[in-house]
């Protein structure tokens, strides 16, 4: 399937202005000048912007968007950021890799063609098929693109959309890493992007923010942006100020800051997993992300691990989803939680 034609209006044919686009069309990408820089692709769907004069402390960032081809908003967003770089609004002063993660799932307008590609981001992953395929060449994009930038500080904001509502429609969730404490001034960033809420995650989740947290010790996060929409349904208005954070990076520039206590923090204190076929959520299916439970309640029923119910304290729903494979996770549970100190 062609998308040649952008699903919604372009003001530029600059190479950057259409560079997504023309991914999805699978047309050849040569190197190219930009506002204060040029572009090297990097492989399908990944491109590294180089500055000609990188800003004083500019971080080494990765923006990643598609991970889940019908998560449309972000590649909207970061269509519109891209317009303003080429049309000389924003000037590059950072090294960015951009990355759209599932290009074959994006043109099929569907989640993913085989298997979730977001649970596959590990080193030594030893399965087969295009998705992990895809994780590997992704994972070397990353590793070559912060061995190519020592010393400078490491980013990476993978952005997405949820499949159903939320209490807090724009949420991040941190990735579990002891070793790598997240930076106070994220929180700032975060918050004056327009983030509502925070989900630290309890252990190691193999996504691709997690991998370049883990593995390179950078600032990274999946950021939630809504809900799942087609394209030219999705109303960017509130994602004006993740824009703003985006140019920043892009610009080599410090972000704007605001005030963190008004995120709401919870943690993960289990995972909900679907262990056989005879499986369900004891939930309706639309009810929204962060919704509570109160102690006792039957969350789920499974014919092989038997009732889930709340224990003695309530307990939040994060991405819940009865439909994954067996042995894969059905929803997050979690707390509130103090924020970080």
């Not at 990076?249 to 206590?261: F, I, K, N, Y």
Request: charged fraction near 20%; charge should be negative; glycine fraction near 8%.
């Amino acid at each position: 399937m062609s998308l040649s034609r952008p699903p919604f209006p372009s003001a530029s044919r600059a190479p950057l202005a259409t560079w997504l686009w023309r991914c999805l069309d699978g047309e050849p990408i040569a190197p190219f000048a930009l506002p204060g820089g040029s572009a090297v692709p990097r492989g399908e769907g990944v491109i590294e912007l180089v500055p000609e004069h990188p800003a004083a402390g500019a971080r080494a960032s990765v923006i990643s968007v598609g991970i889940h081809g019908d998560e449309t908003a972000p590649i909207e967003l970061l269509q519109g950021c891209l317009e303003r770089l080429a049309e000389g609004q924003v000037r590059l002063g950072a090294p960015v890799l951009l990355i759209l993660g599932s290009p074959a799932a994006v043109r099929r307008r569907v989640r993913f063609v085989a298997t979730n590609l977001n649970r596959l981001f590990r080193r030594g992953l030893a399965e087969a098929g295009d998705e992990p395929e895809r994780a590997r060449t992704l994972m070397t994009a990353v590793d070559a693109f912060f061995a190519r930038h020592p010393g400078r500080e490491r980013l990476h904001y993978d952005l997405h959309t949820a499949i159903r509502d939320s209490r807090y429609p724009r949420f991040a969730v941190e990735p579990f890493d002891d070793s790598v404490p997240t930076a106070a001034e994220q929180w700032r960033w975060l918050a004056a992007a327009g983030l509502q809420a925070v989900l630290h995650q309890h252990r190691h989740s193999w996504t691709f923010s997690h991998y370049s947290k883990h593995y390179h010790g950078a600032m990274a996060f999946t950021l939630e942006l809504g809900r799942v929409r087609p394209f030219g349904a999705n109303d960017l208005a509130p994602l004006a100020p993740m824009a703003r954070l985006l140019e920043a990076l892009l610009a080599g520039s410090r972000p704007a800051e605001a005030d963190p206590t008004g995120l709401v923090f919870f943690r993960v204190e289990h995972e909900l997993m679907r262990h056989g076929e005879a499986f369900r959520l004891a939930f309706a299916d639309d009810t929204p992300n962060f919704t509570e439970f109160a102690p006792g309640t039957l969350l789920a029923e499974d014919g092989e691990h038997g009732e889930t119910r709340v224990g003695e304290a309530p307990l939040s729903v994060v991405f819940p989803n009865a439909a994954v494979e067996p042995g894969a996770r059905a929803a997050l549970l979690a707390r509130p939680v103090p924020p970080p100190g």
